[in-house]
């Protein structure tokens, strides 16, 4: 789950099933009962009809959780970070970073790291399509070294420099879920 309506989807299945949710947060899910045996593999398929899926291996868990920090650290709180992203990781899941490095690398066939620079690029995208912060404010709030730094990455990724994907009409953004 990676926005709001995506948790209000979810609980609204869980309710649907007669199961009682008191915490849906982004990727995971709480419930009152002890055991959904009767309906689990109902809520498979209408979680699967919906695009998502329910992970119940702890690889998959960790990973989702991985995804998930990064994507609420770049979307809402990437100015913030004191840190380094493999210290904020390890921190967060309490685990060794090469552990969840090789881990991520195993499952995704990517890097955390390319992961993280996928996500502040897109994000980059984002405010640019939006226009209501200059490059320079970009730079500070998704917290890059320098505005070259931004520029050299996202022509890197996207091909094309900001200024120019800004003058693009036909802004080619991805959604979350796909990077």
């Keep these: 789950m990676v926005c709001s309506r995506c948790k209000m989807v979810v609980k609204s299945e869980l309710k649907k099933l007669g199961l009682h949710p008191f915490m849906v ?4 899910v709480e419930i009152q009962e002890e055991d959904i045996d009767l309906v689990q593999e109902d809520l498979v398929k209408n979680l699967n009809l919906l695009g998502f899926e329910l992970l119940d291996s702890k690889k998959s868990i960790i ?10 650290l770049v979307q809402d709180k990437n100015n913030h970070l004191k840190t380094n992203l493999s210290d904020y990781l390890s ?3 309490s685990q060794d970073y090469n552990t969840l490095s090789h881990l991520f ?4 066939n990517s890097t955390i790291e390319k992961y993280f620079i ?8 984002e405010l640019l399509t939006y226009d209501e912060l200059t490059l320079s ?12 730094h931004l520029s050299n990455q996202f022509k890197k990724i996207t091909g094309f420099s900001p200024s120019y994907f800004k003058r693009l009409k036909d802004k080619k953004r991805l959604q979350i879920e796909d990077l």
């Design 25 to 28: 947060e982004l990727g995971v």
């Design 63 to 72: 990973i989702e959780r991985i995804k998930t920090l990064i994507i609420e």
């Design 91 to 93: 921190d967060q899941l």
């Design 105 to 108: 690398s195993e499952v995704e």
């Design 118 to 125: 996928a996500q502040k690029i897109e994000k980059v995208k």
């Design 137 to 148: 404010e970009i730079t500070y709030k998704l917290n890059y070294s320098s505005i070259a």
